[in-house]
């Protein structure tokens, strides 16, 4: 059975100079035993100084994103095999940024996810609905295709799942604690019928406007079994209170 999650994801912020301030009172505040897994996902260029200082702080390393072969003429790319070598560990595929802002379909989250494992990486597969999707009662039709294709052919369930509404990503609108129960429930019964037993090893995050005051009411949801926080990661102070949400607001890890 796995720890819970709580995922950072700075998205394009902090340089290398702020990366190491932050991770080295990140330390400092996360005394040993943590109460639960964390990993930082830092930009691409900050992370051969985060991994230095995480050596052996218990904090595990990510990377945003991923490219699909191991090396090749695909300038601009990164490889998971160079994302390992830095000793990452995670890496997210198909947030809903690089879907709706640079075009990642199904197809490319799914070849990713399979690079990814390949190369020893454990990928994060985003998964959400628009606010117009959620209003047409498509939230489901959307989940499903979304799994179905990012996953095909995936038979190894060394991955996650993060369910991150679209609506709820950077708006301050988050979802309630039963809109994310009832969607994590019906992603793990999903997850159960096509891993079998397996699907017991992936975590299913919720991300969307996760902050300290919201994190202790969707931990304590049945199927929530972790978080990926993007805004509220950016402040040491804030992101080490949502970790220790995890102190007391244990969830019932399905
Ligand atoms: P947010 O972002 O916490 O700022 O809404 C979450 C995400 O995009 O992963």
Request: glycine share 8%.
């Amino acid at each position: 059975m796995n720890q819970p999650l709580v995922a950072g994801n700075w998205k394009m912020h902090k340089n290398i100079r702020e990366t190491r301030e932050f991770l080295h009172s990140l330390i400092k505040l996360l005394r040993p035993p943590l109460p639960c897994e964390v990993a930082i996902f830092p930009p691409f260029t900050s992370l051969p100084a985060a991994a230095e200082i995480l050596t052996d702080s218990g904090i595990a390393l990510g990377a945003q994103n991923v490219h699909w072969e191991p090396t090749g003429a695909f300038t601009g790319e990164i490889s998971p095999l160079f994302l390992v070598e830095l000793g990452c560990r995670y890496c997210i595929i198909g947030h809903s940024e690089r879907r709706l802002l640079f075009g990642e379909t199904d197809e490319i989250c799914n070849r990713k996810i399979k690079a990814a494992q390949s190369a020893g990486l454990r990928p994060i597969l985003c998964c959400g609905e628009t606010l117009e999707e959620r209003n047409a009662h498509q939230t489901i039709e959307i989940l499903r295709r979304q799994l179905e294709k990012g996953l095909k052919g995936i038979t190894s369930a060394d991955l996650d799942i993060a369910y991150e509404p679209v609506w709820a990503i950077g708006t301050g609108h988050t979802a309630t604690p039963d809109q994310a129960a009832e969607i994590h429930n019906w992603i793990h019964l999903w997850l159960r019928s096509r891993f079998d037993d397996a699907a017991d090893h992936i975590r299913v995050l919720y991300g969307g406007s996760v902050k300290p005051e919201n994190a202790m009411a969707l931990i304590r949801q049945t199927g929530v079994d972790g978080l990926l926080v993007g805004g509220a990661s950016l402040d040491v102070n804030t992101f080490s209170i949502i970790v220790n949400s995890f102190k007391e607001g244990q969830s019932v890890f399905s």
